[in-house]
């Protein structure tokens, strides 16, 4: 039997398949593996001082169940509530899809930071997306700058 001889050209192609492959395989191993790991609820809580100097309590909690997640944040008398899709990414990240969400006792007189204002008119909007990333134990959401821990 005659096997094709490989010239330099045939091993780089051959190797970067080769690369390609156990690329992808590793990938696809990291999703299913990422995707077993996010259930439960996260939550997180505080005082956030705002540009005018005054301190508001924040807190927030995150249910995950399967592929979906529903979130709650109080942000003084302000309550947004938020649900929508889990989509699972690589090396553990996350990317969390906004369905539906809305405010409650957001009023012109309250005394909202307008970064805060921002991260509540954003996370609301359907089609909002929310990046979620590994830290130390805990998920960083980046767009909002909002850490969430295991409860």
């Not at 077993?36 to 249910?63: C, D, F, M, N, P």
């Not at 996350?94 to 954003?122: H, K, M, Q, T």
Request: aromatic share 8%; with cysteine; net charge neutral.
């Amino acid at each position: 039997m005659n096997l094709p001889s490989l010239n330099g050209r045939g091993i780089a192609t051959l190797s970067g398949a080769v690369v390609l492959l156990g690329g992808g395989l590793l990938a696809a191993w990291m999703n299913v593996n990422s995707a077993a790991e996010l259930s439960g609820r996260y939550t997180s809580g505080g005082q956030v001082l705002s540009s005018k100097g005054e301190l508001t309590e924040v807190r927030h909690s995150i249910q995950f169940s399967k592929d979906h997640f529903h979130a709650m944040t109080r942000q003084g008398d302000t309550i947004l509530e938020t649900s929508g899709s889990v989509e699972f990414g690589f090396l553990g990240h996350y990317l969390l899809r906004v369905e539906s969400g809305r405010i409650s006792g957001l009023w012109p007189n309250n005394a909202l930071d307008d970064d805060l204002l921002f991260n509540l008119l954003y996370v609301r909007k359907p089609g909002s997306t929310l990046k979620l990333e590994p830290l130390h134990g805990c998920l960083y959401a980046q767009e909002v700058r909002q850490v969430y821990c295991a409860q």
